[in-house]
């Protein structure tokens, strides 16, 4: 269970690495960003390959897969806008 | 690809979000059927004895009908729902658990409109279901398409920007699909995978040329049906079946009991187990002699073809869920919808930006309004309808209650497309949106005095779409030529 939570994490942290917001907000140099988008792929096809081998049915580790990512998403998301949104109040207004 | 991804979404997007809508409603199937049945939190008895009163009822008031198809009482469910022939057409009921009458609860379809609706879409057989096949074909193909013509998927990937236009509703279309893109893609493959029949018959008609119905049999074999020996004999009681049932079910316990040609000589009884330990829609089968209450036969399904066919369809009802899984199934399904209707408003703010002539993309923005807007509002309508029709009324002949509440959704849409069409946009967004906020209110109301989960859950849900039709009627605006 926690391997598989582990799984769902790294792939939305390697998501929001690739995402435009997250290279903004977590101060990622632009050049790599191929790497990480093509990581992100791969770990996202891996999580499902793990779900599948930790569960014992192909069905639960299809519902597991399709939430823990979406979740995992929505978090990140989330904690990606309330990051920006709190930086961005320290900014100043440009004269 | 980006063409066929923008007119295959429009072309079904209606439908796309109508199914989408009702769907997200059917995950909670039981417990709208409860809400709509207040008559129900103060009944509680044991199955066998619900079931017993049950069949008594059926003996008495469809004695003659060719079969009975019950499903037992449950926690989620605490009633026994009844189909039966009476003579001129199917008829489904919910029968009291302590007397097996109807009379005491009120006559609504309650949460099996949704679940009806959402693969049916009220149209005769077998049109709806062509339909459904059809979008959630058009689903994995927008879904596909989408994920390829997003040349900047990673890039915008957690954007969400507001106010800011055509760029806003982009957003709010990419994280909606995204977000839940593994759901929306499983979701929508096994909702076309269980109507495969429908959009690929040609298989099924050159296995069985003569007789479709042996498919169905073939696929559950216990539950085949036998023809009436006309031979009056009365029926084994239920008693010692259900206890043999309960007995090799274990903790599935008992979901559905089938009785064919009762009271004759030739009647079997056969009972299904319950499947909500897994998630594969795959049953165990008593089946027994009915005059005898003998066991003819125990049957679980093996075929892995059969089995894989069971998990994907059990995938897509979500009987096995938990309420937590429920919830997100439900969410998942909100997204789905907001994701089509955002689709579906882009579609129109990118024609009439690059197309001279906007009268029928005026008429489909206003379309679009009358559906997206309301249609959401029709079905809170069908909650409202339940809880003002009286219990009994002289009318009913005519037209029965259940009927009254399904009416009343489809004359509210009928009405809000009026409305649309001889209204500009922004006014009509402003009228719907008034309503749908008085509808909303009303049923987070109606379920006074929350006694109970349910009406709790249901009152805080139409509380959401409470503040999103508030948000709706505060933005209300037409889509932007600048």
Redesign the interface.
């Known amino acids: 269970m926690l391997i598989e939570v582990i799984s769902d994490t790294i792939t939305s942290l390697l ?2 690495c ?5 290279e903004k907000v977590l101060h990622l140099h632009h050049k790599y ?1 191929h790497l990480r ?1 093509c990581l ?1 792929w791969v770990a996202l096809g891996l999580s499902l390959i793990l779900h599948i081998d930790q569960s014992k ?4 580790a ?2 597991c ?3 823990g ?3 995992a ?2 978090c ?2 989330a904690a ?2 309330l990051i920006e949104s709190f930086r961005g109040q320290k900014t100043v207004r440009r004269q | 690809m980006a063409r066929l991804h923008e007119w295959g979404g429009f072309l079904v997007g209606w439908f796309v979000f109508a199914i989408a809508l009702s769907g997200s409603l059917a995950v909670f199937r039981p417990e709208i059927s409860q809400w709509m049945r207040p008559e129900l939190t103060s009944m509680t008895a044991n199955p066998l004895h619900a079931t017993e009163t049950g069949i008594a009822w059926l003996q008495t008031h469809a004695a003659t009908a060719p079969a009975w198809y019950l499903t037992i009482e449950e926690k989620r469910a605490p009633y026994i729902e009844a189909l039966y022939f009476n003579g001129t057409r199917y008829v489904e009921r919910a029968l009291d658990p302590t007397t097996g009458s109807p009379d005491t609860i009120r006559d609504t379809m309650g949460g099996d409109f949704f679940y009806r609706f959402h693969f049916e879409l009220q149209l005769p057989h077998p049109f709806g279901r062509i339909i459904s096949a059809s979008c959630g074909l058009a689903i994995v193909l927008a879904l596909i398409t989408g994920v390829i013509i997003h040349k ?1 998927i ?7 920007r507001f106010y800011k236009g055509q760029r806003s509703w982009l957003d709010v279309h990419n ?1 909606t699909s ?6 929306h ?2 979701i929508a493959f096994s909702g076309a995978a269980t109507l495969w029949a429908q959009i690929l018959p040609a298989s099924l008609v050159t296995t069985y040329p003569q007789n479709i119905m042996k498919y169905y049999t073939d696929l559950d074999p216990a539950t085949k049906p036998l023809p009436s020996k006309h031979q009056t004999t009365p029926l084994a009681p239920i008693a010692p079946m259900f206890q043999e049932a309960e007995k090799r079910f274990g903790d599935n316990g008992i979901a559905q009991i089938f009785i064919y040609n009762p009271n004759d000589k030739s009647s079997v009884v056969i009972i299904k187990s319950g499947n909500e330990h ?3 829609y795959n049953t165990h089968t008593l089946r027994f002699d009915g005059s005898s209450g003998h066991l003819l036969l125990d049957s679980q399904e093996k075929r892995p073809i059969v089995t894989a066919f069971s ?1 994907l369809y ?2 897509h009802i979500a009987r096995f869920s938990n309420t937590l ?1 429920r919830w ?1 199934y439900f969410f ?1 399904g909100l997204l789905l919808a907001i994701a089509t209707a955002s689709g579906l408003h882009l579609w129109v703010i990118r024609k009439k930006r690059t197309k001279q002539n906007h009268t029928y993309f005026n008429i489909i923005e206003r379309l679009n309004t009358a559906v997206l807007i309301g249609l959401p509002i029709s079905f809170s309508l069908f909650f409202i309808t339940n809880r003002l029709l009286p219990l009994h009324s002289k009318f009913y002949t005519t037209i029965s209650r259940s009927n009254m509440e399904i009416y009343s959704v489809f004359f509210s849409s009928l009405i809000f497309i009026m409305i649309c069409m001889y209204n500009k946009n922004i006014k009509n967004q402003k009228i719907l949106s008034k309503i749908g906020i008085v509808a909303f209110l009303s049923i987070s109301i109606l379920g006074y005095p929350w006694n109970n989960t349910i009406t709790y859950s249901i009152s805080l849900t139409s509380l959401i779409f409470l503040s999103t039709y508030i948000f709706l009627y505060k933005n209300a605006r037409s889509c932007s030529l600048k």
């Not at chain 2, 995204?178 to 759901?183: C, E, G, I």
Request: with cysteine.
């Open positions: 998501f929001s690739a995402s435009y917001r997250g960003c988008r992100a049915t192909i069905g639960f299809l519902i897969w399709m939430f990512t979406g979740i998403f929505a990140n998301g990606l806008g | 900047r990673f890039a915008d990937f957690f954007t969400l994280i995204v977000v839940a893109l593994p759901f893609f499983i897994h998630i594969g998990v059990g995938l899984t997100m998942s």
